[in-house]
C-alpha cells in the first residue's frame, strides 16, 4: 500500500485538512431511500405477507408462513452446546462481564415529599417489549447480541425478539448460541428493511416493539431512521472509528494493529494516530507496511486507511487532546505515560481506553462495558448503549392541598405572562374552592 497519509498541526491549512479528512457525507442513496420507502409500506399494509414476499427476493427463502421462520430456543440451546468448548467458555465469560458492568447502570425510582405535603418523584419503568436486529448469514457478530440484549434483560424488558436474516436459509450457529446465553425471548429469520418494519409496524405473528436497536446495512440503518417515532430506535451507525493518541513509548507494532482492528471494518471506517515524536510516526508507518500483507482483510483495511486514515504530528499532548477534543471519536485509546491524568483532558469520546495495554478490541469483545458507541462526531452529545436506553422515566406529581393554592397561583401567574386562560383558571380553582 501507498504510505499513510501524514499531516502536522503545525501546517497553515492543517484544521481544513482535518475537517476534510473527518467528514462524513450526510446525503443519503436515494435508491436505497426509495427501496426502504416501497418496503415498509408494503410491511405496514399486508403485514405478514409482505415479510415473507420480501424475505423470498432478498434471502432466497420461500416458506408458506411465518411460523417456518422462527427459531426456537431449544435450536439456539442446541447451537450453543455445539459450539467448540474454548468458544463457548469466551462467550459466557464475555457475557458475564457484560452483566457485570451494566448491572451497576440501572437506575432506580425516587420521590420526595414537601413540607406542605406535595409529593414529587420519578418512576422508572423497563421497556415492554424490545427488537433485536442482528446480520446473519456468513457474517457472525455473537458480540452484538451480547451487547444489545444483555442490558435490556438488566433494565427487566418484558420481551426481547431478535431478527436476524438468514440467506439461502444459513443460520449461523455463533449468533443463536449468543442468544441463548443473553435469553432472548424469540428469534426469527428475517432482516432488512422488512425485518425493521414487522417490528416497529407489528405484524399478524410478531408484535409491535417500543424500540429496535442493534446493527445493519445501508437498508436497515435508512428503515431505522423511517420508523424513528412509530418507536424508538438506539441510533444511526456510522463508519467505525479508532483515534489512538500516544507518546512514542509504544510498541509501533501494538499501535499499527489497533489502527488495523477498526480500519478491517469495512473501507469508510477511518483509524487516525496523534503524536508530537515524528519518529515514532515513522515507526508506525513501517508497521504497517511490514504488518499488513499478512492480514486476511488486508484489501478492507488498506483501502480504509488510504481514504480515511491518517498519522498526524502534534506540537504536544495537550495539542493532541484538543484535536481528539475537536474529532469526538467513536473509541479513543491514551496509549501515553500517566493516562488518567491525559483523560481529563478528553471531553467528546465514545469510549476511552487508558494505557498501553488497553487495546480497543477488549471493548468490542469482553472488557465490560458496551462497544455501541456515538460515531460520526456525535460522542459530544450521545452516549455509549446502556441499561438506562432501555428505561424510561415518567414525572409524579402529587399536589397536597396546600400545596395546590401556593403552585396555582405561580401557575396561574405564569399561564397568563403567556396567554393560556384555560390553564391559568385550571390551575386557580384548586386555590378559590380549597
Given amino acids: 500500500m501507498p504510505d499513510l497519509r501524514r499531516l502536522s498541526s503545525a501546517q497553515s491549512d492543517f484544521s481544513a485538512q482535518l475537517a476534510a479528512l473527518t467528514a462524513i457525507e450526510a446525503t443519503q442513496d436515494a435508491d436505497v431511500e426509495n427501496v426502504v420507502r416501497e418496503i415498509l409500506a408494503d410491511v405496514r399494509k399486508s403485514g405478514d405477507e409482505a415479510v415473507l414476499r420480501h424475505t423470498a427476493k432478498f434471502d432466497r427463502i420461500s416458506v408458506s408462513g411465518m411460523a417456518e421462520l422462527e427459531i426456537s430456543k431449544a435450536e439456539c440451546q442446541i447451537a450453543l452446546e455445539g459450539l467448540p468448548q474454548g468458544l463457548s467458555s469466551a462467550l459466557q465469560a464475555a457475557a458475564e462481564r457484560i452483566r457485570m458492568f451494566h448491572s451497576r447502570q440501572v437506575s432506580e425510582s425516587w420521590e420526595y415529599t414537601e413540607q406542605d405535603g406535595t409529593r414529587l418523584g420519578q418512576r422508572v419503568t423497563p421497556l415492554a417489549r424490545v427488537g ?43 449468533v443463536l448460541a449468543a442468544a441463548a446465553i443473553a435469553g432472548v425471548d424469540r428469534v426469527i429469520a428475517i432482516g432488512g428493511a422488512q425485518a425493521v418494519g414487522a417490528l416497529a409496524y407489528g405484524t399478524q405473528s410478531i408484535s409491535q ?12 440503518a435508512a428503515a431505522k431512521r423511517r420508523v424513528f417515532g412509530e418507536v424508538g430506535i438506539d441510533m444511526i451507525a456510522g463508519p467505525s472509528e479508532i483515534l489512538i493518541i500516544c507518546d512514542g513509548g509504544t510498541d509501533p507494532d501494538w499501535i499499527a494493529m489497533d489502527m488495523f482492528s477498526q480500519a478491517e471494518h469495512d473501507e469508510m471506517a477511518q483509524a487516525i494516530l496523534l503524536s508530537p515524536d515524528a519518529e515514532f510516526l515513522d515507526k508506525v508507518s513501517s508497521s504497517i507496511r511490514r504488518l499488513l500483507p499478512d492480514l486476511p482483510r488486508r484489501e478492507t483495511i488498506s483501502a480504509s486507511l488510504a481514504a480515511r486514515g491518517a498519522l498526524i504530528l502534534t506540537r504536544d499532548l495537550e495539542e493532541a487532546c484538543d484535536i481528539a477534543n475537536l474529532i469526538a471519536p467513536e473509541h479513543l485509546e491514551l496509549s501515553v505515560e500517566d493516562p488518567g491524568k491525559w483523560a481529563t483532558r478528553i471531553n467528546h469520546a465514545g469510549a476511552l481506553f487508558l494505557g498501553r495495554y488497553s487495546s480497543e478490541a477488549l471493548g468490542d469483545y469482553c472488557a465490560g462495558p458496551n462497544h455501541v458507541l456515538p460515531t460520526s462526531r456525535s460522542a459530544r452529545f450521545s452516549s455509549p448503549l446502556g441499561v438506562y436506553d432501555f428505561q424510561k422515566r415518567t414525572s409524579i406529581i402529587q399536589a397536597s392541598q396546600g400545596g395546590a393554592k401556593t403552585l396555582g397561583k405561580l401557575a396561574a401567574t405564569l399561564a397568563m405572562g403567556e396567554g393560556l386562560d384555560a390553564h391559568s383558571r385550571s390551575a386557580m380553582m384548586r386555590v378559590t374552592q380549597s
Fill in 209 to 220: 416493539v417500543d424500540k429496535i436497536v442493534g446493527p445493519g446495512n445501508a437498508y436497515v
Fill in 132 to 174: 433485536l436486529y442482528v446480520p446473519g448469514g456468513r457474517a457472525a457478530y455473537p458480540s452484538s447480541v451480547l451487547m444489545n440484549a444483555l442490558p435490556a434483560r438488566i433494565a427487566g424488558v418484558g420481551e426481547l425478539v431478535m431478527v436476524t436474516p438468514t440467506p439461502g436459509g444459513e443460520r449461523n450457529p455463533l
